[in-house]
């Protein structure tokens, strides 16, 4: 029954993001293909992080004082995990997570911190970066979980 529960949620929120995507924003078949890719790994990692139990509580987030976004935003055992993912079609020798480079972390910091500010208690809230590598090799994602991989300094 569980089973069932979460295909349907799945297969809703899939909907919705098409209509999303028909609303305004690029429908998916227009982007170039490493975006699509990329968009299809940030859905199937949202569904894998309710998985493995995580409760996302943001998709896509951004400021509107910053570049960029926060790929997923979610709490796992008591912390605020900031989770950042990186999506191949292949495994090369290179795997997808050592593609946040100091940069990247500078950037995915600067963005938790203005996420933050909505929180009066931010100080007292643990904070957590993870990465999840998301490899669409085969009809069915292949999933790597790095949970802290880097801290605020």
């Known amino acids: 029954m569980l089973k069932i529960a979460r295909s349907l949620v799945h297969t ?24 699509r890719v ?7 990692a949202f569904f894998y992080l309710l998985r493995t139990g995580y409760t996302v509580v943001a998709r896509n987030w951004r400021s509107p004082r910053l570049r960029g976004d926060l790929d997923l ?7 605020l ?3 950042e993912v990186k999506t191949r079609t292949r495994r090369d020798n290179i795997a997808a997570e050592f593609a946040v480079n100091e940069e990247k972390r500078r950037m995915l ?4 911190k203005a996420y933050l ?3 009066e208690d931010r100080d007292r809230i643990p904070v957590r970066f993870d990465v ?3 490899y669409l090799i085969s ?10 991989v880097f801290s605020w300094h």
């Open 139 to 148: 009809e069915k994602p292949e999933f790597d979980l790095f949970q802290g």
């Open 109 to 112: 910091r600067r963005m938790a």
């Open 117 to 119: 500010r909505r929180y």
């Open 73 to 79: 935003i979610g709490w796992q055992d008591g912390y």
């Open 81 to 83: 995990c900031f989770v």
């Open 132 to 134: 999840v590598s998301v």
């Open 38 to 44: 990329g968009k299809r790994g940030e859905e199937e």
């Open 12 to 35: 809703l929120i899939r909907q919705l993001d098409r209509v999303s995507a028909r609303s305004g924003r690029t429908a998916n078949a227009e982007l170039p293909e490493h975006l």
